[in-house]
């Protein structure tokens, strides 16, 4: 859609370029509307295009057939795969970045090689899958992720910045995969794919469980408000995140009660509990035992042969 509307605008909008085969580069910057607030920008687009919008300046409106608006504000990322189910879309401001225009079908090759050289495996199904679940667009902003981009492409030059555009689309087309991964066996059907913000955060507890975590605490840490973080996490693991905390607490517990020696009062305070009885409580909740029950019952069981 961007892209096939920046064409139309003539070379007066930017430069094109080509990253690698199947990959077009635009650097762009469109005026500012003088009669009206908003400028629309027709809803058309190829098939099998991903296209990856590195928003610098002004802001990027999307309205879908159906559910709620996209919109993406400097500095912010635009990601489009199909324009079929928006109705319109529109800019204000000084809308300029880079684009990157991905075809699918003539990159798919040199796609494979980049990512086979890196270790990662980019399956473009899955991509498509996971952006038609959100009327095929998705804005990204705030999050750690793109503060970093933001933060490393303002040192590069022009060309350069192009080139890291480029390459950071391709990290976005692997993190869909890898989010269909994370959200395989805990969606609550949604569909919604997994932020790299809330990767983030769940790899932080899971490796955090002996710290206090709090919501503050997680919001300051990875910059995200919390209704961000509280909603986006029960859509994107089905379960609010306070249940997760305590369910991976409980877990590394029970495996440390079963395989190792620790007193049982150091192994709740390993998990982040620092009250033997709320512990008691919540593994027996879990479990249906005390955790000095479940240490028995494993020191008594015998393996058996297959």
């Known amino acids: 859609m961007l892209k096939e509307y920046l064409l139309r605008q003539g070379s007066g909008t930017g430069r094109w370029g080509h990253g690698m085969p199947g990959v077009q580069i635009c650097r762009f910057s469109l005026p500012e509307p003088e009669q009206e607030p908003l400028r629309s920008v027709p809803v058309c687009g190829a098939p099998l295009q991903f296209e990856a919008l590195f928003c610098m300046t002004g802001r990027l409106t999307v309205r879908a057939l159906q559910g709620a608006s996209c919109m993406v504000e400097a500095p ?5 795969s199909d324009s079929s189910a928006l109705r319109s879309c529109q800019y204000s401001g000084n809308l300029g970045g880079v684009l990157i225009a991905v075809d699918a079908k003539a990159a798919k090759e040199s796609l494979v090689t980049v990512c086979s050289t890196l270790g990662m495996r980019l399956d473009t199904r899955i991509v498509k899958e996971k952006m038609t679940a959100r009327n095929g667009c998705m804005a ?26 480029v390459f950071k689309s391709v990290e976005l087309l692997y993190l869909l995969c890898t989010e269909v991964s994370e959200s395989n066996g805990s969606l609550s059907g ?44 029960r859509r994107a693991y089905g379960m609010p995140i306070h249940s997760f905390l305590v369910q991976q607490r409980l877990r590394r517990a029970q495996a440390l009660i079963r395989t190792t020696r620790m007193p049982i009062q150091q192994i709740a305070q390993a998990v982040g509990y620092e009250g033997m009885s709320q512990f008691n409580a919540a593994f027996k909740r879990e479990y249906g035992m005390t955790p000095g029950q479940y240490r028995k019952m494993s020191e008594t069981a015998t393996p058996r042969p297959f």
């Open 190 to 233: 949604s569909g919604c794919p997994v932020s790299h913000s809330l990767l983030e955060v769940k790899a932080y507890i899971q490796t955090h469980l002996s710290d206090k975590l709090t919501i503050a605490f997680l919001c300051k840490q990875f910059s995200l408000s919390p209704t961000f973080l509280k909603e986006g996490f």
């Open 140 to 165: 990204l902003c705030g999050t750690p992720w793109t503060q970093s981009f933001f933060e490393t492409v303002r040192y590069l030059s022009e060309q350069e910045q192009e080139r890291y555009c």
């Open 76 to 80: 912010g990322i635009f990601l489009l």
